[in-house]
């Protein structure tokens, strides 16, 4: 499978939205799929908790607004406008809360897949 991707722009104003209901709140995403990368933006409603603990790795940006991260183990990470996380796939179960509302990039794919030493 070909995985490069020829130079393109994207224009989000175009991309759909999907609804994703969280414990709380609702998120709505704009997803752009390649063979091994998915970027997405991504919009958290006022009181936002997702639903779950993710796995998956990440690269996520911060666009407008501000954010929580919260790993299982307890930890939390505030997130502010121009601020990212990134994390490996399968290395630490994490997941996003925001209470005023937030919309960040998500960049994920095959490049983050752990890499055992």
């Known amino acids: 499978m070909n995985k490069n991707i020829p130079f393109q722009t994207i224009d989000w104003t175009t991309v759909p939205k999907t609804e994703c209901k969280g414990e709380t709140g609702t998120a ?9 990368l998915r970027i997405r933006i991504v919009e ?10 993710c796995q998956k790795g990440h690269i996520v940006h911060c666009l407008e ?3 929580v991260s919260e790993l299982i183990e307890g930890k939390e990470f505030r997130l502010i406008k121009g ?5 490996s ?13 937030v919309k960040v990039m998500i960049i994920d794919g095959d490049f983050l ?4 030493e």
């Open 44 to 53: 958290y409603s006022e009181g936002y908790l997702a639903d779950h603990w």
């Open 83 to 87: 601020m990212s996380y990134i994390v």
């Open 113 to 116: 897949q752990q890499i055992d």
């Open 28 to 36: 709505y995403w704009q997803t752009v799929q390649y063979p091994g």
């Open 89 to 101: 796939d399968a290395f630490s179960s994490h997941r996003s809360y925001s209470k005023a509302g």
């Open 65 to 67: 607004g501000e954010f």
